[in-house]
């Protein structure tokens, strides 16, 4: 498709489990920015690719989080030991770095609840 | 690290005003985007300012970007039900997004 792709678009699991959120950027686009979004919050930074390796994992909250790009195009976000707090929306955006202003294109996110 | 600061956190408006939302940094900022998310949606990219005291417009909404590239303002004239969402801005170096302003509007 022409967009970002994220998928599941829901996703209910229980305390503990692990869970793995899928996300396809715009075809080309080498740079790829996982986001965590709660009600009423802004866009939470987790981590920044560019290519295959992880520019920028800084905003990780805690080793449970880890995610990979291992062929620069689809990543994958994977949270082990769910927690209740990590309900969330996990927003996915690629951008092309060096041409125009650089803008992310976000997909429609996955929702994760934990109960 | 260069954290961005909104505010008001919301804004509630009657039809046909205008509406002003800041953003401010504790360091120089690069250049600064401003995105929008409707209720239910994703952010959406609205522009891009690189220069120190560049003003761009779009229709109804004016950017301003600070001389000294540390804060910026998004003003809407003359508000529409149309532009209801949040308005977040982002520095571009890192993409940190400020926690947004949330605008309502009264028709």
């Known amino acids: 498709g022409a967009g970002v792709s994220q998928t599941p678009s829901n996703k209910v699991t229980e305390k503990g489990k692990y869970v793995e959120l899928r996300c396809d950027p715009i075809?080309?686009?080498?740079?790829l920015y996982w986001y965590r979004q709660s009600l009423g919050q802004g866009p939470e930074f987790l981590i920044y690719?560019?290519?295959?390796?992880?520019?920028?994992d800084s905003g990780l909250p805690n080793d449970r989080f880890f995610a990979v790009r291992p062929e620069g195009s689809v990543s994958t976000l994977k949270i082990q030991r769910t927690e209740r707090g990590d309900s969330a929306v996990y927003l996915c955006?690629?951008?092309?770095?060096?041409?125009?202003?650089?803008?992310?294109?976000f997909g429609e996110g996955s929702r994760l609840t934990v109960l | 690290g260069q954290q961005v600061m909104q505010i008001p956190q919301y804004q509630h408006v009657q039809e046909g005003e205008d509406f002003t939302t800041y953003c401010n940094s504790s360091?120089?900022?690069?250049?600064i985007q401003w995105y929008k998310q409707r209720p239910g949606g994703h952010p959406v990219f609205l522009i891009q300012?690189?220069?120190?005291?560049e003003v761009k417009k779009q229709k109804r909404l004016t950017f301003q970007f600070g001389e000294a590239k540390k804060n910026s303002s998004l003003h809407i004239t003359a508000t529409q039900t149309t532009d209801v969402g949040t308005y977040f801005c982002?520095?571009?170096?890192?993409?940190?997004f400020g926690a947004g302003t949330r605008l309502t509007v009264k028709p």
């Open positions: 075809s080309g686009h080498t740079a």
């Open positions: 300012l690189v220069k120190s005291g």
């Open positions: 360091t120089t900022l690069s250049n």
């Open positions: 690719f560019q290519g295959t390796g992880a520019a920028d």
């Open positions: 982002a520095g571009r170096r890192n993409m940190r």
């Open positions: 955006a690629s951008s092309l770095i060096g041409a125009g202003p650089g803008e992310l294109f």
